[in-house]
């Protein structure tokens, strides 16, 4: 007989630092979710910002957005959502 064990799923993270953040935050994430899209909407849905996740360490600016609350969303992550400060 042949017993297989589940290789343990590595999970996907993404931090936002500063958060609540002035000009810019820088978005960690891990290794396989690199290449990944993402999209930074308003409090009503609209899509402000997109853009690539292009390493670990994804420094995005936020100088043109008004101050408020914002989703950051990356595709194929249904249900993870960060929320993203800007003052």
């Known amino acids: 007989t042949t017993t ?13 630092s500063p958060n609540p953040a002035n000009n810019y935050t820088n ?4 290794p396989e979710l690199i290449g990944s899209l993402y999209n930074i ?3 009503t849905g609209r899509i402000i910002l997109t853009g690539k996740l ?3 360490n994804n420094l995005i600016h ?3 957005l008004a101050d408020g609350l ?3 969303s990356i595709a194929g992550m249904k249900k993870q959502v960060l929320r ?3 003052q």
């Open 41 to 43: 909407h308003d409090i």
């Open 62 to 64: 936020l100088d043109n």
């Open 70 to 72: 914002y989703s950051l």
């Open 4 to 16: 297989s064990i589940p290789e343990a799923k590595q999970t996907e993270t993404i931090i936002a």
């Open 27 to 30: 978005i960690k994430i891990s």
């Open 54 to 56: 292009i390493d670990e």
């Open 84 to 86: 993203i400060v800007k």
